[in-house]
């Protein structure tokens, strides 16, 4: 057994440290503080932006090498920043920014602080996406999303545009990514697959797909957009302008010629 402690003779009181003055605690937390800021930012070192994506080949890569992960790693480089991407399904990685887990979203259709205010849009777009319908069938026509009600329909959950705009009535299956979207195409349990035209022409020839095509026109054109949390609220300004710059200067156009231009000639 442990010994008990000497226990103080009586009569004789029990001595105690004197306390310790204010200034020393004061002190003393901040070198804490001062500890924990180095942790997170060591000397030398650029602060990190960690930004989720659900973009997929060609404008967002597992690698970091598509044409958003590019531009945005640029971008943020000459404001000083190390760009890290989180890669994570649509609808997951919209909550994540929106809370502050991360710092913001990479590639989004305008609008969305509506839904998440939390979250504020750059006011630069990084590209215009089109957003299309690929199909099997190769007498399919679609003038608007009106005509989606009159044909099987597939989605990746969490695609705010297609969910806006698919008619009440639709014979509608969702999925939760990209490989499930085009399997479900081939095995024929759907007729039309909604997706961003780019990510699906790099699919399609990079799957060695046979006999799927994007229907055109696109049923919708928008701007897209970087989207951080408001505590960034100050770097999304600085970073509008260097969004604007890269368009300027030439880098914009070399890394859509290395990235996404080789699709359009398929």
């Not at 105690?16 to 070198?31: T, W």
């Not at 710059?245 to 398929?266: H, I, M, W």
């Amino acid at each position: 057994m442990l010994a008990s402690p000497p226990r103080p003779r009586p009569g004789k009181p029990v001595p105690r440290m004197p306390p310790k003055p204010l200034y020393v605690i004061v002190l003393a937390g901040l070198l804490l503080l001062s500890g924990m800021a180095t942790a997170t930012h060591p000397p030398g070192q650029r602060p990190v932006l960690v930004l989720n994506t659900a973009a997929s080949d060609p404008l967002g890569t597992e690698h970091h090498t598509g044409f958003i992960d590019r531009l945005l790693g640029i971008a943020l480089e000459r404001l000083g920043y190390r760009l890290e991407i989180v890669r994570a399904p649509a609808e997951r990685a919209l909550i994540l920014a929106n809370s502050g887990v991360n710092d913001g979203e990479m590639v989004r259709i305008g609008g969305l602080s509506r839904l998440y205010p939390n979250l504020v849009q750059v006011t630069e777009p990084l590209i215009t996406n089109e957003f299309v319908g690929f199909t099997r069938n190769p007498s399919l026509t679609l003038d608007g999303w009106q005509d989606l009600a009159d044909h099987p329909v597939a989605i990746i959950t969490g695609w705010k545009i297609f969910e806006r705009n698919i008619p009440p009535g639709t014979e509608l299956v969702t999925v939760r990514n990209v490989d499930q979207l085009f399997t479900l195409l081939q095995k024929d349990r759907t007729e039309i697959a909604l997706y961003a035209r780019w990510s699906g022409l790099a699919y399609v020839r990079n799957h060695g797909l046979r006999g799927v095509r994007a229907v055109e026109p696109p049923l919708a054109r928008r701007d897209m957009y970087v989207y951080l949390h408001k505590r960034h609220r100050d770097l999304a300004t600085r970073l509008a302008a260097q969004l604007r710059a890269l368009k300027t200067d030439g880098t914009y156009r070399r890394l859509f010629n290395e990235t996404l231009a080789p699709y359009d000639r398929d």
